[in-house]
C-alpha cells in the first residue's frame, strides 16, 4: 500500500488553480524527490499531507490526499493526531527560545508524556537519530540558537522524529546550509528511511539524485512525470522533464 497518495487532487488559492489534477502515490520506507521550477506548486502539494494548507486563508481543496490508506480532508480526522503521524521540517532551522533538550522534548511534553525518563531517553534517540547527539550531548541546556544552522536544522529534524512519525515531509531542508551540513542532512536522510516515509522538496537536482528512490517532476502546477529517479534522470518520457532535467529552463 502506498503510504501517500492523492487522488485527482486539485487546490486553488481563491481562483489561482495551483495544482492540477494530480494522482500519485508514495511509497513505505522510500524517499521521493519534488522538483520543479520555482512556483510550481512543490511546497503546496506536500503541505496537502499534513493540512498545513488549511493555515493559509482562500484555500479550496477537491480530490483525495491518501495517508496509509485514510483519506486526511474527512470531517472526522483530528489534524493534531495526524501531524503527529506526519511530521514536517522547513527550509530554515526554525527552533523554539528554548535549550537544546527541550526542543526535542517540546512535543512529548505537550503530548501529555510525564515520564522524565521517557522524556531523557526519547530526547537521547531522536538526536542520536538526527546525528547530532555527539555534538551536544554535553551541553543540552545550552539555548539551541547558540547552535550552528546545520545543527539547528538536524535539532529540528530531532525534534519531528521524536514523537515518532512514519511520515517525514522535508521541504528544501538544506538550501539554507553550507555544502559540509549538506552532506550531513543527506546522509541523515539515506539512514531515516528504513523506518520512515520521507518526501523531500528540492531545487538540487544532485541533491534529488543522491538521497532519492523516486522523483516527481511538476511544471506549472501540474504532475509532468513520475517514476524511479534514475530513470526520470537518465531517460525521461517527457520533453518538459528533459529539458529541466538538462537545465535548459528552471
Ligand atoms: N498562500 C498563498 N496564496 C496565494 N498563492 C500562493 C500561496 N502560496 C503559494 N501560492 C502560489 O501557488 C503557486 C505554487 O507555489 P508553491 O510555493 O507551492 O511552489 P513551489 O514549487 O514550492 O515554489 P518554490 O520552489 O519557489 O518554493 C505559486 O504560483 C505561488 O505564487
Redesign the pocket.
Known sequence: MNSLESKDLNLY??N?H?LKNITMGMKKNEVTA?I????????????CFNRMNDL????RIEGEVLVDGVDIYQKNILVDDLRKHVGMVFQKPNPFPKSIFENVAYGLRVNGTKDKKLIEERVETSLRQAALWDEVKDKLKKSAFELSGGQQQRLCIARALAIEPSVLLM??PASALDPISTAKIEELIYQLKENYTIVI?T?NMQQAGRVSDYTAF?YL?ELVEFGKTKNLFTSPKDERTQNYVTGRFG
Open positions: 488559492y481563491g489561482f495551483a519534488f520543479g521550477p520555482s512556483g510550481c506548486g512543490k511546497s503546496t502539494y506536500l503541505r493559509i486563508d482562500n484555500v521541504d528544501e522538496v531545487h511538476f502546477g
